[in-house]
């Protein structure tokens, strides 16, 4: 069966320091994958997606960057995080075969807080 | 301009009773899908059910089921019998042919069933 990891599950940093959040998935191939940022109490904000190694499309210009190194790998990073970047980080994935029917599913979440 | 809209920000059911949250969507794409998921406090999401664009009956699941009005661009979520465990986040999403794999999630539904 296909599970995806997200880690840290919280996280605490200074404003100018970098970031770097993972997400992996196992048990499917070429799986498309997803950056989502909720703020407290609002929707999913699409950041980043992919739908193969090293094909990265962002949906929202600012500080952060994505990464996939690996097929089933997905990193969000920042060179320098701002206040405005606290929020739910959410990694999901869906099968990359095109059907319009193929949910995504998600990881637990990453609570950032730019203090 | 918005894809997915809810207008909802938030409603009171009262428990056993049945619930419509709303979704209205925006596109010119003949070929979509509509999703809803859940999302309780712990901040997991939760896959609901799906409505595709062909799709000539309404999607069923369980207590859950989709009145989908194509021609009003509409897909509002129907809950029965609403239980205390049914309160959470709602989110509507859609995932358009030609606009890749991308799911696009609206601004959420906060749900609250009284006892």
């Known amino acids: 069966s296909q599970t995806i990891h997200q880690w840290p599950a919280t996280l605490v940093q200074p404003v100018g320091s970098p970031l770097s959040l993972e997400c992996t998935v196992e048990?499917?191939?070429?799986?498309?994958l997803y950056w989502y940022r909720q703020a407290a109490g609002r929707g999913l904000q699409l950041l980043f997606y992919s739908v193969g190694i090293g094909q990265i499309s962002s949906e929202v210009p600012q500080n952060l960057s994505a990464s996939r190194p690996q097929d089933r790998q997905f990193i969000l990073s920042s060179k320098k995080l701002l206040l405005s970047d606290s929020g739910f980080y959410l990694c999901?994935?869906?099968?990359?075969?095109?059907?319009?029917?193929?949910?995504?599913?998600f990881g637990q979440g990453t609570r950032l807080t730019v203090v | 301009a918005q894809k997915i809209t809810q207008t909802q920000p938030g409603m009171f059911v009262q428990e056993k009773e049945a619930v419509t949250l709303d979704c209205t969507y925006d596109?010119?794409?003949?070929?979509?899908?509509l999703f809803w998921y859940k999302q309780p406090s712990s901040g997991e999401m939760i896959f609901l059910i799906y409505q595709g664009s062909y799709d000539q009956q309404n999607a069923t699941e369980g207590r859950y089921s989709l009145n989908f009005q194509k021609a009003r661009k509409s897909a509002n979520l129907v809950i029965s019998a609403s239980q205390l465990g049914d309160s959470a986040m709602y989110f509507c999403?859609?995932?358009?042919?030609?606009?890749?794999?991308?799911?696009?999630f609206g601004g959420g539904t906060r749900l609250m069933v009284k006892p």
């Open positions: 999403a859609m995932r358009e042919l030609n606009a890749g794999n991308m799911l696009t």
């Open positions: 048990g499917t191939s070429n799986p498309n």
């Open positions: 596109t010119s794409d003949p070929s979509y899908g």
């Open positions: 999901a994935w869906s099968e990359g075969s095109g059907k319009m029917n193929t949910e995504a599913f």
